[in-house]
């Protein structure tokens, strides 16, 4: 990859495809709008399992404008299709996310990019809704395509208030949580205090994990399974209250559509292989990660309320 002006203007990223969607299925269906060079279906390297998105190569920029103009947001199955240059990885362009809080309720995604898009060119935009109503949580991300443009946005649209809104908005960069924001916000959600359980005592939490996720500590280090909130290679989510006959595959149906899922793991008995009621999955970027967290937290999954939240590193007792 010569990483030249040339190359990324031929070079498309494709996001939201479909689970099952193959590498050649991809090829062909950006093969109709022209010649392709390569085309590259992402896919998890241990399970193979697509991730979602793909690299689409064209010999000529003409026809990757001609597919982004037509493509990009096509229905496929159940996901809309984006599809937008590829960006070369730089310092310029790195850490260009925002996290708006304030906005009136009323506000619609195209609205929030209109009050945006003054500042720069917008690659991802959304705004959080609460799962059981519908209704606008007042909370958006919007990613820009280079850092500067996000800059001025905070300086322009920070403590303003946008037409039509009573009160002002905050816009900041949307940081990173530290270990102790994501334990913060998990005894919040549960109203009780982080307990770690003593090895003698696995059993005892074993049968308290069925009434309270807060035992999950007893239960991971019996597992083998010490996945930290940030795993290095992203973010650990911990997915509580899944039924018994809960697989891999609802994992990936249900965190898919909101970003780079990179792995998932359902908890299984060891004597009768079923789901022992909940499960994690890693995402790569921490604002898809929260998106994810905060429209499927209290979600309902057939007959349960599942709770969601980033797994908290447990790196002392408590």
């Known amino acids: ?54 690299f689409v190569n064209y010999v000529d920029p003409k026809d990757a404008e001609k597919a982004i103009n037509t493509l990009n947001g096509l229905r496929l199955q159940t996901k809309t299709i984006k599809v937008s240059y590829a960006r070369p990885s730089s ?49 958006g991300f919007i990613r820009f395509d280079r850092r500067v443009e996000a800059e001025e946005a905070i300086k322009g649209l920070n403590c303003q208030k946008p037409p039509g809104a009573t009160e002002p908005i905050t816009v900041k960069f949307a940081n ?18 982080n307990r770690r359980y003593p090895g003698p005592l696995a059993q005892q939490a074993q049968r308290f994990s069925r009434f309270s996720p807060m035992a999950i500590d007893g239960v991971t280090s019996l597992a083998g399974i010490n996945i930290p909130g940030h795993a290095g290679t992203g973010w650990c989510i911990f997915v509580y209250n899944l039924a018994p006959d809960a697989d891999e595959s609802i994992l990936w149906q249900m965190f898919g559509p909101f970003g780079a899922v990179t792995n ?28 994810a967290i905060a429209s499927l937290n209290g979600y309902r999954l057939g007959d349960r309320v599942l709770q969601v939240s980033f797994k908290t590193n447990k790196t002392h007792k408590a």
């Open 264 to 291: 998932v793991k359902v908890i299984r008995d060891f004597n009768t292989n079923k789901c022992k009621g909940f499960g994690f999955v890693t995402m790569t970027n921490y604002d898809e990660a929260a998106v």
């Open 1 to 54: 990859c010569s990483g030249s002006v040339e190359d990324s203007k031929t070079n498309l990223i494709v996001n939201y495809l479909p689970q099952n969607m193959t590498q050649e299925e991809l090829k062909s269906l950006f093969g109709s709008i022209g010649e392709i060079e390569s085309c590259k279906l992402v896919r998890d390297k241990i399970t193979g399992q697509s991730l979602g998105y793909g």
């Open 176 to 193: 990173n949580p530290s270990q102790k924001t994501s334990q913060a916000l998990l005894s919040q959600l549960y109203q009780s205090p």
């Open 91 to 139: 310092a310029s362009i790195r850490d260009a996310n925002l996290y708006v809080s304030g906005l009136p309720k009323t506000m619609t995604q195209k609205e929030l990019e209109q009050l945006f898009s003054q500042y720069g060119r917008i690659i991802t935009s959304r705004i959080l809704v609460d799962q059981v109503t519908g209704v606008s949580r007042g909370v």
